[in-house]
C-alpha cells in the first residue's frame, strides 16, 4: 500500500468501518447481503461526510436531504451510517441484532421502524421511483414556500437490479421530462447479480438510456473519493436530474469473492473476513469502531446541526411557518370540513344522478379549494378520472413547480411509486387517477403504501364491466376482492354522488394508509338524501329497513346499491321485506365489532349480496348458505348496460335470488 | 392532389379501405379508436401486402409471420387488415357489428376469438413484450428444427402508450440482448396520448433509448410507402431488432382532430367523416369497398398461400415433422408420464424432508428430460427457483438459442409477459423463478395467460413468512388470495415431494391456462406415502382421518399441513378426532361438484383451516363460524422459524384453536 495522505487514511477508516460492520453484522445474522455495502462504502462515505444535509438529533428536520437506498438488501450500508453518523436509535446492538425479531434493524430498511430511512425498499426499482417523488415535493414546497424554507437534495443508491425492472424507466423518464435537478442517483454499477455477471441477461448501455430521459450522466471510479465528490459537485449545478455510474467491485476487499456474485447476499464467512479485514487495512474485531473513527463520523452531523439551526431562524422570520409547519405534519387546513359540509347538504338536497367519477370529480373542486396540500394527476386519463380541478388545473412542468397537477403519463407504475415518495416527504397529499383494472399495474408500490401506512389515494375510475366495450381486458373482476386482500388498504365503493362525497371526506382524514376510490364509468341514481351523519365511515350501514322484522337482506356496493334498492321495492310488492345494507368500504366494515356487524346484517336473516365482482371475500358476512349476484369470469366486449344484462347483474337477478334464498 | 402513379393509387385505395372501415365501425359503435388505425393505415399496408408471409385460409400456419398489434385500441386497424385480406371469420358484419356482444371484433383484440389475433392486447406495453417471447420462441425452434420448417418474423405495431409503460423497458433491454434480429417494431409515432400531445409527460428520445438498448432504429415518415418499404426490408436484414419510428398524422385526412387527441379514443362524428373521405380522395358509403380494392388486397394472401404450399412440401421431406408437429399441437412428448410415475414412485418410498422449492428442482430433472418442450428460466434468481435441470442448463444468448434456460434478468414483468408470447408462438412450454411476492410485478401478464388460457408455469418460491429475515417486502401474506382471486389461474402449494411431483403434473398437463406453484424457501417433512393415484387432481383430498366417525377437520396448504398432521396426532391423545385434509389447489377444490366437497370435508363438522396467508378465500370453505390459523398483517423480519411462533402458526395454535372451536 502506497502513503496515504491525512484525509485519504481517514476517508478509508470512515468507509471501512461501513464495510466491516456490514460484513460483521451479515455473518452474525447468518443471513444477508454484504457485498455491496462493501462495495458502496467509499462513495457513500463521500456523500454523508461531505455532501447530505442532515441531522442526527432531529431525524424528521423537514429541510434535510433525503437519502435513499433503492438497492434495499443493502441495508446494512445505510444502518452502519446511520450508527456512525450518531442516529441514537440506531445503537450498536441493533447492529448486532440485525435481521432478528424486534429489532430496528430490518432485512431490508424499513420506513417508520428506523430513523433516517426514508422509504422502504427491497423490492428493486421502488426506491429510485419514490425518489422522483420525492424531488416533485420539494420542488414544488420551494414554489409553495421559497427557498428560505425548502432548499434540499434527493439522493439515491440503487444498483443493476433497480435499473433492470420496468418501473426505473417510468421513473427516469418523468424525473427527465420535469428536470429535476435537485435528484441525483449514485449507480452501484459493479456489474454482478444474484446469478452472476451482468452480461447474463443485459447489455444496456445505461450512460445512453439515461441521457435519452433527460439525465446528466457522470461515469466514475466508485472507489476515487476525489472523483466521487467532484461528480456530487457537478450534479449539485446540473440543471438535470444526475446519473452517477459508480464504476464498483461488490464485496470490496474480500479475498476470493470480491467482484463476483459469491459477495452479493450471503455471509462471507470467517476466513473471507480476516482476508478483507488485512486487505482493507482494518485491523479492528467484529463490531469494534476505535474512537478516532467515530470521532470522524461525528463531523457532518456538527454541520448538520448547525445548519439545521439556521434554518429553524429562516423558519421563525418566514411567514409562511405556519402553513408550513401545519402541511408537514400532515395536517390538513382549517375549516375544510365545514366547506366540505356544506357540498355534502347540496348533494344531500339535489341527489343528482351521475357517474361516481364525476361525483368524484364535483367533490373535488370544494376539497382541493381548502385542502391546499392535494396534488393532483393522472395517468393520461385526465377526462375519464375527472382529477382535475379549478384549484390544481396549473400544471407542474420543467422549470414550473408551483402547480399542483401532474401530468403521470402512461406510466401506472411510476405515478404510485412517486405518489409514495410525495406522500413520504410530507407537506403534499398525492391523489391521481387510473383507470382500476390498472391497479395491477401498480401494485407492488400500493402494497408498499400499505406497508409504510402513507396517506396515497388512488382514484380507480371504470370499476366494472361497466366500462363496456373495451372489453375484459379493461374491466375488473378480482379487483375489488385482490385490493381488499392487501393488509391496510381501505377501497371505497361508493353508491352514489353522497357517499362518494362521504368516502373522499374519510380517505383524505386518513393519515395511516392509502385509500382506493372505485368509481363508476357509467350514471348511478342517487340513493340517500340525508347528509347529517358520514354513513360510510364505519364501512357499511343500514341504508333501508322494513318497519318491524325483515326477511332478507341485500348487502351491496357502488354501483349494485341501487339494483338492491330496487329489488327491495319489488320484493315489497311480493310481501317480503328486504333490508338493503350499503358496504362503501368492506375493508372498514369488516374492522367493526361483531355488535356492529350483527346490527347492521339483522339477526339471523337470510343475507344476499351484489357486487359486479367475483366473490370471494363476501363469504366473510354472507356465509356459504348466503346468495350472491356477481361475476364469476372474466368480463366481455358490449355497451355496460348489455354486459350487465349478459352477466345476469340486474334487479331481476336480484329478486329471483332472494326469493330463492328464502324458498330453501 | 398531384397525379398519382398506378402504384400509388393503389396504395392509397387500400390504406382508405382500412381507414374507412376504422372511422366507420368506431362511428357506428359510438365508441372505440378511430385515430391509430388511420394514422397508421399506410404503414399497415406496406407491411400486410409486402412483408408479412401469412395465409389467411390457414391462420394458424406454424411458419407464418406473427403480427402483433400492442396498441390494442387501434383494434380496428387489425379487423380491417384480416376482413380486407381475406380471413374468413371476419366478416363486413362482424365489422359492423364492432364492439357488441357476441360479435368476435371486441373493442380490444381477443386472442381465441379472431383468427389472425396473435394475442389479447389493450393494457399498453404487453403487445410488444409478448413480441418478444414470439421472437424468442421462432429462434428457438429454428434452432431445433432447422430453417426450412422454422424461418420467420415477429411484426409489432406500438405506440407511445407502449413505450412509456415500464415493461417495454424490460422487454426492449431483454430483446437487445439476445439480439433478436427477427423482431420489428413499428412505432406509431404520432406524439399524441389520450390527455393531450406526448410533450404533456414525456421528453424521451426514443431513438437514442432504443440503441441504448442494442436496437438498430430507423426514423421515417409513416405516410410515405416507399419509406416503410426500405426501413422494413433494412430491419429484415438487421443483425439487432429494429425500431421503425414511423412518423405519422392521428386520425390522418380528418378535418379538424388530425393530429390531435380528439381523433384518438372517440368517434369522429358524420361531418369529420365525410371530410375525411374527400381529403383522402375515398368517395365509398359506409363499409362500402368496391371489388378493386378487395382485388388488390386479395394479393398478399395469395402469395402467402404460395409459400405455406411450398412450406408444407419442405416440411413433409423434413425428419422433424412428427415432432414438430406434435409440439406446435401442444402435444406432451410420449412416454414423459411413466417416467414421471417412475420418480414419483421412489418420492413416496423415500418420503424426504425437504423445501418443496428444492422438491420441484427434483421433479423438474425427469420432467424436462422427458418434456423437450419445456423452457426454464429466472428472474435472476435460479439458485433460489431451483429451475435449472440438466435438460435446461443450456443457455439461451445472442447467437445461441437451441438452449432451453433463458435468464431473464430482473424483470418479472417482462419475463411474464415473454413467456404469453412463447406460449402463443407455440411450440414451447415456457416456466419460470420468481419470488413469490413479486408476482405483483408481473400480475398483468398473468391476468392475460389466465384470459387466454395459455399454459404458462411460475414457479413462485418463498411463499410466506417462512422467507424470514428478508422480511415482509419480500414475505406474500396476501398473495395466494390475490392470485386465487383471478379467474382461471391455478395456484398450487404441495404440501411436500410427493404432493410438488403431483402438482407439476397437473401444472404441465394444463392446456387451458396458467398455473403458479407457490412453494417454500423452508424445508418440510413429507405427509405421504402413496403415490398410485395423483391425490392433488382435484384440488384437495383428505390427508388422513379417523376409523370412525371425526370430530373436527383441519384444512391446510402447503408448509402447514404438518402442522395440521401434529396437530391431529396432539388432539388424539386428548380424545379428538380430527380429520386432515389438504389442499393443493383451492382453485380446483372449489371447482369439484358439492359431493365430492362434502365428502372430503366430512358431514356437517367443525372446520379449521391453516394457511400461512390471509383468511379471504377461505369462509367459502370453512364460513364465518370457522376457525383460522394464519396471517392478518404484514409479516417481519427475522429468521423463518421465529416468525411462525410469533404469527401463532404452530401446532400448538392448531390445537388450542380447535379444542376452542369444540367447545364453542
Known amino acids: 500500500m502506497t502513503d496515504l495522505s491525512k484525509s485519504q487514511l481517514e476517508h478509508r477508516d470512515m468507509a471501512n468501518a461501513i464495510a466491516a460492520l456490514s460484513m460483521d453484522a451479515v455473518q452474525r445474522a447468518n443471513s444477508g447481503h454484504p457485498g455491496m455495502p462493501m462495495g458502496m462504502a467509499d462513495a457513500a462515505t463521500v456523500l454523508f461526510s461531505k455532501f447530505l444535509k442532515f441531522d442526527p438529533s432531529d431525524p424528521n428536520w423537514a429541510d434535510r436531504d433525503r437519502f435513499i437506498l433503492s438497492a434495499g438488501h443493502g441495508s446494512m450500508l445505510i444502518y452502519s451510517l446511520l450508527h456512525l453518523t450518531g442516529y441514537k436509535a440506531v445503537t450498536m446492538d441493533q447492529i448486532k441484532n440485525f435481521r432478528q425479531l424486534g429489532s430496528i434493524t430490518a432485512g431490508h430498511p424499513e420506513y417508520g421502524h428506523v430513523p433516517g430511512v426514508e422509504t422502504t425498499t427491497g423490492p428493486l426499482g421502488q426506491g429510485i421511483s419514490n425518489a422522483v417523488g420525492f424531488a416533485i415535493a420539494e420542488r414544488h414546497l420551494n414554489a409553495r414556500y421559497g427557498d428560505a424554507v425548502v432548499d434540499h437534495h434527493t439522493y439515491v443508491i440503487a444498483g443493476d437490479g433497480c435499473l433492470m425492472e420496468g418501473i426505473s424507466q417510468e421513473a427516469i423518464s418523468l424525473a427527465g421530462h420535469l428536470a429535476l435537478n435537485r435528484l441525483t442517483v449514485?449507480?452501484?454499477?459493479?456489474?454482478?447479480?444474484?446469478?452472476?455477471?451482468?452480461?447474463?441477461?443485459?447489455?444496456?448501455?445505461?450512460?445512453?438510456?439515461?441521457?435519452?430521459?433527460?439525465?446528466?450522466?457522470?461515469?466514475?471510479?466508485?472507489?476515487?473519493?476525489?472523483?466521487?465528490?467532484?461528480?456530487?459537485?457537478?450534479?449539485?449545478?446540473?440543471?438535470?436530474?444526475?446519473?452517477?455510474?459508480?464504476?464498483?467491485?461488490?464485496?470490496?476487499?474480500?479475498?476470493?469473492?470480491?467482484?463476483?456474485?459469491?459477495?452479493?447476499?450471503?455471509?462471507?464467512?470467517?476466513?473471507?473476513?480476516?482476508?478483507?479485514?488485512?486487505?482493507?487495512?482494518?485491523?479492528?474485531?467484529?463490531?469494534?469502531?476505535?474512537?478516532?473513527?467515530?470521532?470522524?463520523?461525528?463531523?457532518?452531523?456538527?454541520?448538520?446541526?448547525?445548519?439545521?439551526?439556521?434554518?429553524?431562524?429562516?423558519?421563525?422570520?418566514?411567514?409562511?411557518?405556519?402553513?408550513?409547519?401545519?402541511?408537514?405534519?400532515?395536517?390538513?387546513?382549517?375549516?375544510?370540513?365545514?366547506?366540505?359540509?356544506?357540498?355534502?347538504?347540496?348533494?344531500?338536497?339535489?341527489?343528482?344522478?351521475?357517474?361516481?367519477?364525476?361525483?368524484?370529480?364535483?367533490?373535488?373542486?370544494?376539497?382541493?379549494?381548502?385542502?391546499?396540500?392535494?396534488?393532483?394527476?393522472?395517468?393520461?386519463?385526465?377526462?375519464?378520472?375527472?382529477?382535475?380541478?379549478?384549484?390544481?388545473?396549473?400544471?407542474?412542468?420543467?422549470?414550473?413547480?408551483?402547480?399542483?397537477?401532474?401530468?403521470?403519463?402512461?406510466?401506472?407504475?411510476?405515478?404510485?411509486?412517486?405518489?409514495?415518495?410525495?406522500?413520504?416527504?410530507?407537506?403534499?397529499?398525492p391523489y391521481s387517477g387510473l383507470f382500476?383494472?390498472?391497479?395491477?399495474?401498480?401494485?407492488?408500490?400500493?402494497?408498499?403504501?400499505?406497508?409504510?401506512?402513507?396517506?396515497?389515494?388512488?382514484?380507480?375510475?371504470?370499476?366494472?364491466?361497466?366500462?363496456?366495450?373495451?372489453?375484459?381486458?379493461?374491466?375488473?373482476?378480482?379487483?375489488?376482492?385482490?385490493?381488499?386482500?392487501?393488509?391496510?388498504?381501505?377501497?371505497?365503493?361508493?353508491a352514489d354522488a353522497l357517499e362518494t362525497a362521504e368516502c373522499w371526506e374519510l380517505a383524505v382524514q386518513r393519515d395511516d394508509g392509502p385509500s382506493v376510490m372505485a368509481l363508476t364509468r357509467q350514471g348511478l341514481p342517487a340513493v340517500r338524501d340525508d347528509a347529517s351523519t358520514n354513513w360510510c365511515e364505519r364501512g357499511g350501514y343500514v341504508l333501508q329497513a322494513g318497519e318491524g322484522a325483515d326477511d332478507i337482506v341485500l348487502i351491496a356496493t357502488g354501483s349494485e346499491v341501487h339494483l338492491a334498492v330496487e329489488a327491495a321495492e319489488r320484493l315489497a310488492g311480493d310481501g317480503i321485506t328486504a333490508r338493503v345494507v350499503s358496504v362503501p368500504c368492506l375493508d372498514l366494515f369488516m374492522e367493526q365489532d361483531e355488535n356492529y356487524i350483527r346490527s347492521v346484517l339483522g339477526k339471523d336473516l337470510p343475507k344476499l349480496a351484489v357486487e359486479a365482482g367475483i366473490r370471494q371475500g363476501w363469504d366473510a358476512l354472507i356465509g356459504r348458505g348466503g346468495a350472491f349476484v356477481g361475476m364469476d369470469s372474466f368480463g366481455a366486449s358490449a355497451p355496460g348496460a348489455d354486459l350487465f344484462e349478459h352477466f345476469g347483474i340486474t334487479t331481476d337477478a336480484v329478486v329471483t335470488a332472494a326469493k330463492g334464498l328464502l324458498n330453501r
Chains 1, 2 share one sequence.
Request: charged fraction near 25%; glycine fraction near 10%.
Open 436 to 494: 382500476m383494472v390498472f391497479m395491477d399495474y401498480c401494485r407492488p408500490s400500493v402494497r408498499l403504501a400499505a406497508l409504510m401506512e402513507k396517506r396515497v389515494i388512488y382514484v380507480a375510475t371504470h370499476d366494472s364491466i361497466g366500462v363496456g366495450e373495451d372489453g375484459p381486458t379493461h374491466q375488473p373482476v378480482e379487483h375489488l376482492a385482490s385490493l381488499r386482500a392487501i393488509p391496510n388498504v381501505y377501497t371505497y365503493r361508493p
Open 186 to 429: 449514485l449507480w452501484d454499477d459493479n456489474n454482478i447479480t444474484i446469478d452472476g455477471p451482468v452480461s447474463l441477461s443485459d447489455s444496456t448501455n445505461q450512460k445512453k438510456r439515461f441521457e435519452a430521459s433527460g439525465w446528466k450522466v457522470i461515469e466514475i471510479d466508485g472507489h476515487n473519493p476525489q472523483q466521487v465528490a467532484s461528480a456530487l459537485r457537478r450534479a449539485k449545478k446540473s440543471d438535470k436530474p444526475t446519473l452517477i455510474a459508480c464504476k464498483t467491485t461488490i464485496g470490496k476487499g474480500a479475498p476470493t469473492r470480491a467482484g463476483t456474485s459469491k459477495a452479493h447476499g450471503a455471509p462471507l464467512g470467517d476466513e473471507e473476513i480476516a482476508g478483507t479485514r488485512a486487505a482493507r487495512g482494518w485491523d479492528h474485531g467484529p463490531f469494534e469502531v476505535p474512537d478516532s473513527v467515530y470521532k470522524l463520523w461525528k463531523r457532518p452531523g456538527r454541520k448538520g446541526r448547525k445548519a439545521h439551526r439556521e434554518w429553524k431562524e429562516r423558519l421563525a422570520a418566514s411567514d409562511h411557518k405556519a402553513d408550513f409547519e401545519r402541511a408537514m405534519s400532515g395536517g390538513l387546513n382549517e375549516g375544510w370540513l365545514e366547506t366540505f359540509q356544506a357540498y355534502k347538504n347540496k348533494v344531500a338536497a339535489d341527489k343528482p344522478s351521475m357517474a361516481t367519477r364525476a361525483a368524484s370529480g364535483k367533490a373535488l373542486v370544494p376539497l382541493t379549494e381548502s385542502l391546499t396540500d392535494m396534488m393532483s394527476g393522472s395517468a393520461d386519463l385526465e377526462g375519464s378520472n375527472k382529477t382535475k380541478t379549478p384549484a390544481t388545473s396549473d400544471e407542474i412542468q420543467a422549470g414550473h413547480y408551483g402547480g399542483r397537477y401532474l401530468n403521470y403519463g402512461i406510466r401506472e407504475h411510476g405515478m404510485a411509486a412517486a405518489m409514495n415518495g410525495m406522500s413520504l416527504h410530507g407537506g403534499v397529499l
